[in-house]
């Protein structure tokens, strides 16, 4: 009986048409072009690099941007300096992915070495000039109907399967790559192409900066905010009084920072009115510092602004996912109590087994089933895509045929959970027709 019911759950998984509500393919050519784009992906270039232990001639940071070469170095060689440091990674989620990524779409099941990558990188070459390879990985392996890009706004997508979002505007004046405030606030004065000199103007400024959004082109609007936004420090008067300190050269605290960043959100959305995107898509969680090091960021007040806004902009749907461990309870509860408010998958550093299962339990646990989105892949190129659906697959048939077995579910109950979380849920809240 487990055996037919763990059958019938696969199936299902297998079959299940999907949506991928985040990611970052080139619309006008979602596949890899060559190998470096599958063997030096970013989160696996960071492992590699972090492998060395930093002993190699100079600085920890000049190893990290140049020992595997830069975007104009060729992407073979790239791959030849990394190709020696494979050995130490074999163990990680992201090593699993690239043997699935070779096995099961290049066909190619022997370890990658020096003696064999040139042979690899040709086949990689060759099948990412192929239009129908992309096609046959989106369809036949992901059987995936949409992708929602957040890169290159506006280009001519190659298919209608692939849609467009829209990295939203920042009202961050810091991050782990620029710490200094007066250097964020000179980059927001110039885009919006004015002096900011109290919060009337920045008010002004966002609402004009973002008018002009259409849904008609845009599935979401991305808020790129501080894991730290909080309701401290937010009023006119306080918002004011941070600029000036900021324009006189004087300290600023985190919760100045974090509030500044909330009135631009509410500004934003203020600006948006009733013809942006109507999903607001948040991904929180994680900082990125000198030279790409991410690491996981929480704080207590965030879930509580968040919170504030959803209540507040109610013609809004907001999107949560998270990259930290401590924000999968906090955007749950969010979900579970307010009605424009709904979870989407496992970002950056959730994307590990572990983290996935204590995402989908919880949420399964506390949020009603039409606020799960299983999936988003937040992936470069198709082929990296697929990994990751299958391991998010894998995870949620464990976690579904357990209960089943328990008697927590029916089923029928389970089949219907996958269906809805993978395909109806998305195609719903982001309005897909």
């Keep these: 009986m487990a055996n037919n019911v763990k059958g019938i759950i696969d199936k299902a998984l297998q079959e299940v048409n999907t949506i991928d509500v985040h990611c970052h393919l080139n619309p006008a050519k979602p596949g890899a072009d060559n190998i470096a784009d599958i063997l030096l992906y970013h989160h696996m270039r960071i492992e590699l690099v972090s492998s060395t232990l930093g002993r190699t001639v100079g600085s920890s940071r000049d ?10 170095t060729p992407p073979l060689e790239r791959v030849y300096r990394g190709i020696d440091l494979i050995k130490n990674v074999p163990n990680t989620t992201l090593a699993l992915f690239v043997r699935w990524i070779m096995k099961d779409l290049y066909g190619i099941e022997e370890e990658i070495s020096r003696q064999n990558v040139e042979k690899i990188a040709t086949i990689v070459e060759d099948k990412g000039k192929d239009f129908n390879w992309q096609e046959k990985i989106l369809d036949e392996y ?23 979002g829209l990295a939203g505007f920042p009202c961050n004046l810091v991050d782990g790559k620029d ?25 002004d400024g966002l609402m004009k900066h973002v008018s002009n959004i259409s849904s008609d082109k845009f599935s979401y609007f991305g808020a790129r905010v501080l894991p730290y936004m909080t309701l401290l420090h937010s009023t006119d008067e306080e918002i004011t009084s941070t600029i000036k300190k900021i324009k006189d050269g004087k300290p600023v605290s985190n919760d100045e920072l974090g509030g500044f ?22 991904v929180v969680g994680s900082e990125v510092f000198l030279p790409h090091r991410a690491m996981s960021h929480w704080s207590s007040e965030f879930a509580i602004a968040l919170a504030h806004i959803a209540n507040v902009y109610e013609e809004f749907h907001f999107d949560l996912s998270t990259a930290s ?44 089933l039409n606020k799960i989105i299983g999936f988003f892949s937040d992936a470069y190129h198709c082929e990296w895509i697929y990994p990751k659906l299958r391991m998010v697959k894998e995870v949620m048939g464990e976690v579904l045929l357990e209960r089943v077995a328990r008697g927590w579910y029916t089923v029928d109950l389970a089949l219907d959970i996958i269906q809805k979380v993978f395909y109806d849920n998305p195609k719903a809240i982001y309005r897909i027709k």
């Excluded at 190893?63 to 104009?72: A, Q, W």
């Excluded at 001519?156 to 399967?161: I, K, L, N, Q």
């Excluded at 110039?190 to 920045?202: E, M, P, S």
């Design 142 to 164: 992901c059987g995936l109907d949409y992708a929602i890009s957040a890169e290159f706004p506006g280009r001519p997508a190659y298919s209608p399967r692939i849609m467009h």
């Design 261 to 282: 960043c909330y009135a631009g959100m509410k500004h934003i959305l203020d600006g948006m009115g009733k013809t942006g995107p109507r999903v607001i898509q948040v």
């Design 179 to 203: 710490t200094d405030p007066a250097n964020g606030f000179a980059k927001l004065e110039k885009r919006l192409g004015a002096n900011i000199n109290n919060a009337q103007d920045y008010r």
């Design 325 to 368: 461990e401590h924000y999968i309870q906090d955007f749950a509860i969010m979900a579970k109590h307010i009605p424009n408010v709904s979870v989407a998958g496992y970002w950056w550093h959730t994307l590990y087994p572990y983290y996935i299962r204590k995402t989908i339990e919880t949420r399964l646990d506390m949020v009603p």
């Design 63 to 72: 190893l990290h941007l140049h020992l595997l070469g830069t975007e104009e």
